[in-house]
């Protein structure tokens, strides 16, 4: 056998010699067997086995598990929840909603259009109310070809927001002559 080294320029021997004789068979392990009475019995290939062990301890005290979780109470965003364990005894955590949300669809018409630049269109949406800022989609239809003529025609839209109670108003640079199908996300 030969242990080499490289110093980065050439491999040099640190070590070299003829092999030795082959030495005596090693002993291993076949199996590990546990007991009924939780010892391991341990069989080497050699034939020979050990037992070992116990390797069970002693019982332990009585655990405590939950008997039962639920929401005690909610103040805004925010619910707490109680814990009860088989000792009796209670623990709490909150967990903090994301925000509310409220979805709607509507359409824009293309008849109801006014103004000469910027162009102006009032929506009436129930449910809606004038603190929302509203993140407004289109809705597609589904015959690629209208598609097509209403996402051009929805490009025109700058802008859109809520006055008052149910009413959206949106802004265009140019007024859309096809109804425009729409979705709004509000966050409350």
Known sequence: MAVKYWNGSEWLDLASGETG???????????VVLNPDYTLTINYTNGASTTVGPIRGEQGEQGVG??????????????????TLSDGTTTT???TNGER????????LAADWTGSGPYINNVTISGLVSTDNPIM????????LTAQSEISAYGNIYKAECTTDGALVVYAVSAPII???IQLLCVR
């Open 179 to 181: 109804d425009l199908n």
């Open 101 to 108: 949300k409220a979805v709607f669809t509507a359409t824009i």
């Open 137 to 144: 989609d289109l809705m597609p239809s589904s015959t690629y």
């Open 66 to 83: 939950i008997t039962s979780i639920a929401k005690t109470s909610t103040s805004g965003l925010i619910d707490t929840y109680t814990i």
């Open 21 to 31: 004789p082959q030495g005596p068979a090693g002993n291993g392990i076949s199996s």
């Open 93 to 95: 955590f909150t967990v």
